[in-house]
C-alpha cells in the first residue's frame, strides 16, 4: 500500500504502534478524527512518507524525534490538535525536502531550533497560536525560497532578524501577538501583506495586528 487516507471519518482510540510496519506508505492523512493519545515513534520507520497529515487528530504529547528520520517527505501538516506540547524537536531540521510546514494552534513552545535554517525548500510555515518564546534565530534567513511566514500569536521576544530581509520571495509575513521590537527591513516593503504589532515593530509598509 502506498496511500493511508482516513480524512474525516470519525475514528477514535490511540495511534497504532502498527503503523511502522507499512514501511512503503508514501502519504498518510488521518485528520480530522477523534484518536487520542501519542503520535508514536513508529512513526519514523515510514521513510517512504512524502505527505503525512494528523490535522485535528486530537493526538496529543511531544511530537517524536523520529519524525527527523522522514527525509523525503514535502507536507507536515499537524495543525489544531491543540494538545500537542513541548519543543519543536531539532531533528525537524533534517527535513530537507519540506515546503509545508503547518503545526499551527498547539500547545508547542520553547526556542525555535536555529535548525530551522537547513530546510532550505520551506515555501510555507504557519506556527501561530503556539506558546514559542524566545528569540527569531537568524538562521531563518536561509529559507530564501520563503514565500508565506505565518508566527502570529506566540511568545517570541526581541530584535526581529535583519536576516528576514533575505526573504525577497516572501508574499505574506505574520508577527503579531508577540513580544517583537525593531523594524522590518524595508526590502520586504515589496511583500503583499505584513501583519505586525505596530506597537513594538516598526515597519513603514505593515498592517496592524489587531485589525
Do not use: W
Request: hydrophobic share 40%; aromatic share 6%; proline share 4%.
Amino acid at each position: 500500500m502506498r496511500a493511508l487516507t482516513l480524512y474525516g471519518n470519525k475514528l477514535s482510540g490511540l495511534f497504532p504502534t502498527e503503523i511502522g510496519q507499512m514501511t512503503k506508505l508514501t502519504r498518510l492523512d488521518l485528520s480530522f478524527n477523534r484518536m487520542s493519545g501519542l503520535l508514536l515513534t513508529e512513526i519514523g520507520q515510514l521513510t517512504q512518507l512524502r505527505y503525512l497529515d494528523a490535522a485535528a487528530t486530537g493526538l496529543s504529547g511531544l511530537l517524536p524525534t523520529e519524525i527527523g528520520q522522514l527525509t523525503k517527505l514535502f507536507n507536515l501538516v499537524l495543525y489544531h490538535n491543540f494538545e500537542f506540547s513541548g519543543l519543536l524537536p531539532s531533528e525537524i531540521g533534517q527535513l530537507t525536502q519540506l515546503v509545508n510546514l503547518n503545526i499551527e494552534g498547539n500547545k508547542l513552545s520553547g526556542l525555535l531550533p536555529t535548525e530551522i535554517g537547513q530546510m532550505t525548500e520551506l515555501t510555507d510555515i504557519r506556527l501561530p497560536n503556539c506558546q514559542f518564546s524566545g528569540l527569531l534565530p537568524s538562521e531563518i534567513g536561509q529559507l530564501t525560497e520563503m514565500k508565506l511566514l505565518r508566527l502570529g500569536d506566540n511568545n517570541f521576544s526581541g530584535l526581529v532578524p535583519s536576516e528576514i530581509g533575505q526573504l525577497t520571495k516572501l508574499k505574506i509575513l505574520e508577527l503579531y501577538g508577540n513580544n517583537l521590537s525593531g523594524s522590518i527591513p524595508s526590502v520586504l516593503c515589496n511583500t503583499e501583506k505584513i501583519l505586525v504589532d505596530c506597537e513594538t515593530v516598526e515597519c513603514a509598509c505593515c498592517i496592524c495586528g489587531d485589525q
